[in-house]
């Protein structure tokens, strides 16, 4: 079955940087767009970031753009979101999922928490 292993969270101080990571297993991940969601204490999950599944063409929600930065690699069915220049604002759980989102491939999620 489909699997979505998200890692790299943490503490971190504002202005700090973090790496996600996601691996999935279970469908041909190259097939797939892939993205990264957040919940924030007390919000909806929101999709922070995307990428398609071969161009690699990507897209920001507004918040993060020029600080947030997501890639992946096929070879390693991996997704990445690389996050710079962190606010707290940014503290949340980040969970990936394809694009657009099913519901029953939510992993556990990685906690980002960004505090001095």
């Known amino acids: 079955q489909v699997q979505l292993v998200e890692s790299g969270g943490g503490l971190v101080q504002p202005g700090g940087s973090l790496r996600l990571s996601c691996v999935a297993s279970g469908f041909t991940f190259s097939n797939y767009a892939m993205s990264w969601y957040r919940r924030a204490p007390g919000k909806e999950r929101e999709l922070v970031a995307r990428i398609s599944s071969l161009r690699g063409s990507t897209g920001y929600v507004d918040s993060v753009k020029g600080r947030f930065t997501i890639s992946r690699d096929n070879a390693k069915n991996t997704v990445y979101l690389q996050m710079n220049s962190l606010k707290p604002e940014d503290t949340a759980v980040y969970y990936c999922?394809?694009?657009?989102?099913?519901?029953?491939?939510w992993g556990q999620g990685t906690q980002v928490t960004v505090s001095s």
């Open positions: 999922n394809k694009y657009p989102y099913t519901i029953t491939w």
